[in-house]
């Protein structure tokens, strides 16, 4: 089921904006015409029973005044997989307890359109003339495909880089937890040379049901992967976050095992695997918003890099060992497999190949 969208409101000074009135003819809604501010006072005199899952209905159109291209923040002390994003949109229809959003329900909590993206197009042609390739993505910040029947941002990314002649040096990338992916595949048609990658969040059913409300299931996000690989697109699979908890971890093997018995293993780009890690503040907002959550268990202890609380070092590298072992039995040599927010000597523990060997295709 698609994410409900009940308005649409627009900055002022861009009111005559053609996207924000065409969705809204789309959805049946009058749009209106609020600042940032307005809004946010709107929806905080009138919250309904949760302030974040009314707002997760808003879409609100206004304009970037930062940059769009950053590199992926990562953790201090944490091996990088130098990975860049683009925030074009902020927000998310979807409510998943661990998310990082929920530290913005008090001053952005609706989900927030850049209508000025042609200015991440130019930061990117910026960024290739000093150097030969960009492994971008768009799901930092927002899902991906989860709005791209509405908001199309597959359609103009992928266009904006064709008029450019540049698919030889960006490799996009949309990741999400839904199976929204028919615009992609009209998008993969339209720009057959176009180097997309669909990168699919995964985790276990017990866990994705209660954690990760209104999303897709697991076997319709392998229904949808299995429908871009026919058509010629590359996908990625984000084991992340892995809850590192002895009762799941043969949920974890059984769902590698279905995963990688639907998919073909030479039409998928990367693998990540990041087990779950948070800020004491997260902790709070997750005991006041989900106080059964899954997430509440396991012994974790702050790092003493970023503070940020993770699974001891023994329980890592055991689920670590595992998923390397098992994802590796359907793989003829190694795996496209990375660790997200780890450190070296974790990585040497694993006995993985670095970052730069997993993308060394994009050198």
Known sequence: MRPEIK?????????????????????????????????????????????FKTAKKVLFFTENKGRFLKKCPGSKGVVCCNYYTINSVTGCPYDCSYCI????????????????????????????????FLRVGTGELADS?????????????IGELSRRSLFDRVQFEFKTKSAEVERLLEVKKLYPE???????????PRFSMAEEPGTATVEERMNAAKQLQAAGVNVAIHFDPVLMLDELFDDYMKLIDFIFSQLDPEKIAWISMGGFRH??????????????????????????????????AFQRRKFYTAFNSRISSYFKGNPPLYMCMEKAFMWSDMQLQFPENVFRDNK
């Open 194 to 204: 176009a180097n997309i990658v669909a990168g699919f969040s995964v985790n276990v």
């Open 279 to 312: 800020t004491l503040a997260l902790t709070e907002t997750i005991v006041g918003r989900n106080p059964g959550s899954l997430l509440l268990c396991g012994e974790m202890f702050p790092s003493d890099s970023d503070n940020k609380l993770r699974y001891l």
């Open 7 to 51: 308005k649409i409101v627009i900055d002022p000074e861009f009111r005559n904006a053609e996207l924000p009135h065409k969705i809204a003819e789309n959805l049946g809604l009058k749009p209106e015409f609020m600042t940032k501010e307005e809004l946010l006072d709107e929806i905080r005199r009138n919250p309904g029973q949760d302030l």
């Open 145 to 157: 495909l989860a709005l791209d029947h509405l908001l199309d941002e597959s359609g103009f990314f």
């Open 101 to 132: 959003l929920q530290h913005y329900i008090g001053n952005n909590p609706f989900i927030t359109v850049f209508l000025n993206k042609e200015k991440a197009i130019e930061e990117i042609e910026t960024f290739l003339a000093e150097n030969r």
